[in-house]
């Protein structure tokens, strides 16, 4: 069962999703389009009503609810994002992608690999996955993406690096991809290495 929290963030609210010990998304609180409720769950605060019945799993058997897990989960993910706004990277986080078609999941994980600070068009990405001529569908991939900026598909623009479509409006995409710039000129004006990324999240998928 998902359960959700919302936490405030430089570019607003951000709704953190966990299912017990694992991540599965990061919306944020005006997202277009909106997750479901079912995607969501419920608030980490509320408990399942005794006459509420069990969520079923994928296999037939019961699933679930951890509130200690999702709680860490939640807490992990909130200090990864402080950290991201500060422009400290912290460790990898890991997440579930429990949703998503193949070839979504394949431009998820060409998204996740574009290096922190740097930026790829619709193209691009479309062209790291054998065909330049997929832009439009890598670009509705990009916007389905369940985690963001954890999958950083703000770092994804258009020809010419016009900074287009992303769920939560130009103005936050505009936001994070100048703190970046900012973070990574900083970083090679003290001759130190530039950030290597969002670090790559580890991740794993639903059985």
């Known amino acids: ?84 706004f500060r422009g400290v990277m912290a ?34 990405v479309a062209g790291a996955l054998g065909n330049h001529a997929m832009g439009r569908a890598v670009g509705a991939a990009v916007r389905a993406n369940p985690l963001s900026i954890v999958i950083p598909g703000h770092r994804v623009v258009g020809a010419g690096g016009a900074i287009t479509g992303y769920a939560a409006g130009v103005a936050v995409k505009r936001s994070l991809l100048e703190l970046e710039s900012a973070v990574a000129e900083m970083a090679a004006q003290a001759n130190g290495p530039a950030p290597s990324a969002s670090p790559s999240p580890v991740q794993h998928t639903a059985s």
């Open 91 to 124: 460790p990898p986080l890991s997440y579930n992608l429990v949703g998503g078609t193949e070839f979504q999941r394949k431009v998820w994980a060409a998204v996740a690999e574009i290096p922190y600070g740097e930026r790829r068009t619709y193209k691009e």
């Open 1 to 84: 069962m998902n359960t959700f929290k919302i936490i405030d963030s430089p570019v607003g609210g951000l709704v953190l999703v966990a299912r017990d010990q694992d991540l599965v998304g990061v919306y944020h609180e005006y997202h277009s389009p909106e997750p479901s409720p079912v995607i969501l769950g419920l608030p980490a605060d509320e408990e399942l009503p005794n006459d509420q019945p069990p969520e079923v799993a994928s296999n037939g058997s019961p699933a679930t609810s951890d509130p200690d897990a999702a709680s860490a989960v939640f807490q992990s993910t909130e200090e990864w994002l402080r950290g991201y």
